[in-house]
């Protein structure tokens, strides 16, 4: 299967631990996206990687989030001191730079922060 | 404040009929549209776009119709099938945005009944 993976798919956690979701794109795509996803919501852009450059933040990651894409392959997420605000479905999407906008997605990571 | 917009939240439809879902967007600057579909416990699948220099694309049964002026556009699924009932998000794109990050509505849940 060569499409967007992610890991976990689901995780359950208390409310102040911290927690790291990975997301492996498709081999030749060069552009990853974080979104996230609440109940009823459409998803919400969080961040994007070009190669291993983090050139976009939103505003809505506040600094609990980090994301990196250290060898510009796979990515992580990683929030620290959840919150139950923080429950979501975290989606991970990535292209190729010369294609203009469609977006492949994985099947995302639910977090429940009880 | 929501840019992109689904004012219908469900649709159902007898099999065989035309689907019609509807998005309404507030920025000007979006000149890339798009439309995916979303099963339960998948990530979101693209289905179709269309650039603001055209007025209509279609592909099998998906036609998508935008109206700049309005800022308004519409999915129409011609013959419906069960196995169309999903949800279905639209999604705008700036080009002058970094990265070309997606903003979507919040979904239209279609039930399409046999």
Redesign the interface.
Known sequence: DTG?SQDPRHKITKRGQNVTFRCDPISEHN?L?W?RQTL??????LT?F?NEAQ??KSRLLSDRFSAERPKGSFSTLEIQRTEQGDSAMY?C?SNDVGA?????????TRLTVL | DQQ?K?NS?SLSVQEGRISILNCDYTNSMFD?F?W?KKYP??????LI?I?SIKDKNEDGRFTVFLNKSAKHLSLHIVPSQPGDSAVY?C?A?DAGA??????????TRVLVKP
Do not use: D, I
């Not at chain 1, 009823?40 to 852009?45: I, K, R, S």
């Not at chain 1, 203009?100 to 995302?108: A, C, L, V």
């Not at chain 2, 970094?98 to 979904?107: D, P």
């Open positions: 967007v552009r996206y979104y009823g919501q459409g998803p919400e852009f994007y070009q050139l976009e989606l999407a203009r906008n469609e977006q492949f997605f994985g099947p995302g | 992109v689904q939240p890339y798009l995916y416990a998948e990530g979101p699948t693209f776009s650039s998000f999604a794109s970094a990265g070309n990050k997606l903003t979507f509505g919040g979904g």
